[in-house]
């Protein structure tokens, strides 16, 4: 089966585990993913963040590595047929991405397409921001978004730090510690075998 291709949608303080574990993980398998972010054109930086429990009441934050942006936001904006699935990253990058028009009518088109979405973490509020592609789902996402979640007409699951969850073709999970079972999860759902002999 040939490789599909992923838009991962970013902003600048994305989670850094959450864009390059995803990222290289699908292409160790043969899947193409392109990392997108508004108004930056491939070969443009865009920072990152990385955030971790440390006992205090909430996560804290530090800076992560530089990402180079692989896709033109304006080209993958105008080829959004070619692509299979939409993954939303979490981290800081989803507060303000949401807010942008053109990042809503490309989750639009995933949705309407009944194309695959997958989110982690805080990537839940860019689907958010777009009426209806989260009524009536189950979701996982940071304990922080569950209000969020609710208030759009969804379920939130109150996932383990390593699990993920499927609804149709929607896969979630609650931040980078479940990444194994989240990629796991959105390659069967792509219908990526892995055989072991």
């Not at 972010?37 to 205090?56: V, Y």
């Not at 070619?82 to 993954?87: D, G, I, L, R, S």
């Not at 989260?134 to 699990?163: F, H």
Request: some cysteine; overall charge negative.
């Amino acid at each position: 089966m040939p490789g599909k291709k992923i838009l991962m949608l970013t902003g600048d303080f994305t989670e850094e585990y959450e864009i390059f574990v995803f990222q290289q993980a699908m292409e160790a398998v043969g899947h193409t993913v392109h990392v997108v972010c508004p108004d930056k054109k491939a070969g443009d930086i865009l920072r990152t963040s990385l955030h971790d429990f440390e006992g205090d009441q909430t996560y804290t934050e530090k800076l992560g590595h530089n990402v180079t942006i692989n896709k033109t936001f304006s080209e993958a904006e105008n080829q959004l047929d070619q692509y299979h699935a939409v993954y939303c990253a979490g981290g800081r990058g989803p507060e303000y991405i949401r807010t942008d028009k053109r990042v809503q009518a490309m989750v639009r088109h995933f949705h309407e397409e009944k194309k695959p979405i997958f989110t982690i973490c805080h990537g839940v509020q860019i689907l958010i921001a777009v009426d209806g592609v989260v009524r009536g789902k189950k979701v996982g996402a940071l304990g922080a978004c569950e209000p969020e979640v609710t208030l759009a007409g969804g379920t939130y699951i109150d996932l383990s730090p390593t699990e993920a969850y499927v609804d149709g073709t929607m896969v979630s999970a609650k931040g980078w510690t479940a990444l194994a079972a989240f990629i796991r999860e959105c390659l069967k759902v792509l219908g990526t075998e892995i055989h072991h002999s």
